[in-house]
T-cell receptor, first 114, second 111 residues
Framework: EAGVTQFPSHSVIEKGQTVTLRCDPISGHDNLYWYRRVMGKEIKFLLH????????ESGMPNNRFLAERTGGTYSTLKVQPAELEDSGVYFC????????????FGPGTRLTVT | GQNIDQPTEMTATEGAIVQINCTYQTSGFNGLFWYQQHAGEAPTFLSYNVLDGLEEKGRFSSFLSRSKGYSYLLLKELQMKDSASYLC????????????WGAGTKLIIKP
């Protein structure tokens, strides 16, 4: 069974540009989460989808971040315009229906904003 | 506010036992997770404790005391491949899908 995949693995962009990160959860996992780890800090929750619906987006830092999960399959996280403080590793995780404690993480996307 | 503390770094010897502690002060505790993360890789689920007591899973065990806001991860018969960061995370009652993370403990295994 394929695990959670994320694309790209690493992205380097300039301040002010736009970047879109993609996450493909494990097939059949309704729950999808986005997390971020900024250098030297702990992992922070960004948001949670149940199928295509945003269950909780309380962790989204500001309106420069937009997450979507059209069709309830893969999800995208767009940062527009990117700022220097957005640099970090963005993790996606998924869990099966009714078992939210089994979060399977993707390898992460390392975003560097210069 | 929510606060999770764990040591920044620990060193242990191959074949030995190590205990990584985690203390938390959160509102509405639901459960506590331990994840392992090798450098550059995704966090990997190790354990999930909801009730007080010890959960054993092979060489790894996790303990929880809800009244003390305390957990530990016990690793036995350490192997070099156990060198990694170990992350403690808490889920809350009113948002049990959102994990609050500690900063992680970097474990270094020496021969």
């Amino acid at each position: 069974e394929a695990g959670v995949t994320q694309f790209p693995s690493h992205s380097v962009i300039e301040k002010g540009q736009t970047v879109t990160l993609r996450c493909d959860p494990i097939s059949g996992h309704d729950n999808l989460y986005w997390y971020r780890r900024v250098m030297g800090k702990e992992i922070k929750f960004l948001l949670h989808f149940v199928k295509e619906s945003k269950q909780d987006e309380s962790g989204m830092p500001n309106n420069r971040f937009l997450a979507e999960r059209t069709g309830g399959t893969y999800s995208t996280l767009k940062v527009q315009p990117a700022e220097l403080e957005d640099s970090g590793v963005y993790f996606c995780a998924s869990s099966p229906p009714g078992r939210i404690y089994e979060q399977y993480f993707g390898p992460g996307t390392r975003l560097t904003v210069t | 506010g929510q606060n999770i503390d764990q040591p920044t770094e620990m060193t242990a010897t191959e074949g030995a036992i190590v205990q990584i502690n985690c203390t938390y002060q959160t509102s509405g505790f639901n459960g506590l997770f331990w994840y392992q993360q090798h450098a550059g890789e995704a966090p990997t689920f190790l354990s999930y404790n909801v009730l007080d007591g010890l959960e054993e899973k092979g060489r790894f065990s996790s303990f929880l005391s809800r009244s003390k806001g305390y957990s530990y991860l016990l690793l036995k018969e350490l192997q070099m491949k156990d060198s990694a960061s170990y992350l403690c995370a808490v889920s809350l009652v009113d948002s049990n899908y959102q994990l609050i993370w500690g900063a992680g403990t970097k474990l270094i295994i020496k021969p």
